[in-house]
């Protein structure tokens, strides 16, 4: 079993930065993607940032492109989410998944998750 676990949200003024953390554990972790989503209330969970774990190939939502950067440290079995730049309509909670199709925005995609680190974004 793959476990997942996300670090780092918090409460940050408008043009702020934040670093979030996911640790993944589990002896069959071997994905070909990792993505971070988000999520407010009432809404869909929204693709954020995704990354190839093989060879570092990324991609991002419009509406981050150019402000977040995802990252992976394999030995780590760890993937970053670098938030520069920070408005408030980023507020909400971010999740990481793990899946096996790259490159993937729908979540149905991803088949790990884990229970996500709020972001909130003041102005």
């Known amino acids: 079993q793959v476990q997942l676990v996300e670090s780092g949200g918090g409460l940050v003024q408008a043009g702020g930065s934040l670093r979030l953390s996911c640790a993944a554990s589990?002896?069959?972790?071997?994905?070909?993607?990792m993505a971070w989503f988000r999520q407010t209330l009432g809404q869909e969970r929204e693709f954020v940032a995704g990354?190839?774990?093989?060879?570092?190939?990324?991609f991002y939502a419009d509406s981050v492109k150019g402000r977040f950067t995802i990252s992976r440290d394999n030995a780590k079995s760890t993937v970053y989410l670098q938030m520069n730049s920070l408005k408030p309509e980023d507020t909400a909670l971010y999740y990481c998944?793990?899946?096996?199709?790259?490159?993937?925005?729908?979540?149905?995609?991803?088949?790990?998750w884990g229970l996500g680190t709020q972001v909130t974004v003041s102005a």
């Open positions: 998944a793990a899946g096996s199709a790259f490159p993937a925005r729908n979540s149905r995609d991803y088949v790990y």
């Open positions: 990354i190839s774990w093989r060879v570092g190939s990324t």
């Open positions: 589990g002896r069959t972790f071997n994905p070909n993607a």
